[in-house]
């Protein structure tokens, strides 16, 4: 069993800043990558940023420059660094982590970003 607790969401001004959190637990005992995605109303969700176990990241082009991925390999824990946030980058943020024993998803974490 392994659970994802998210953290970091909230309500942001554009131009604001958000760290987004999500830590990893329980029968996992190496991870592939680790990755967030996100979701709004009528649109499929999308992945927003995604790093592996040899801290080779990808990001959305529409978050790059913006967004930051970062992990803690001893704490199972990514985070996601947003600044310069707009408007479209409201959404549910999921948080996904990918072991040799599958492939996992958290609650998910809303991000409003409006003025």
């Known amino acids: 069993q392994v659970q994802l607790v998210e953290s970091g969401g909230g309500l942001v001004q554009p131009g604001g800043s958000l760290r987004l959190s999500c830590a990893a637990s329980?029968?996992?005992?190496?991870?592939?990558?680790m990755g967030w995605y996100r979701q709004s109303p009528g649109k499929q969700r999308e992945l927003v940023a995604t790093?592996?176990?040899?801290?080779?990241?990808i990001y959305a082009e529409s978050v790059k420059g913006r967004f930051t991925i970062s992990r803690d390999n001893a704490k199972n824990t990514v985070y996601l660094q947003m600044n310069s946030l707009k408007p479209e980058d409201a959404a549910v943020y999921y948080c996904?982590?990918?072991?040799?024993?599958?492939?996992?998803w958290g609650q998910g974490t809303q991000v409003t970003v409006s003025s």
């Open positions: 996904r982590v990918v072991a040799p024993k599958g492939d996992y």
């Open positions: 329980g029968s996992i005992f190496s991870i592939y990558a």
């Open positions: 790093i592996t176990s040899g801290d080779i990241t």
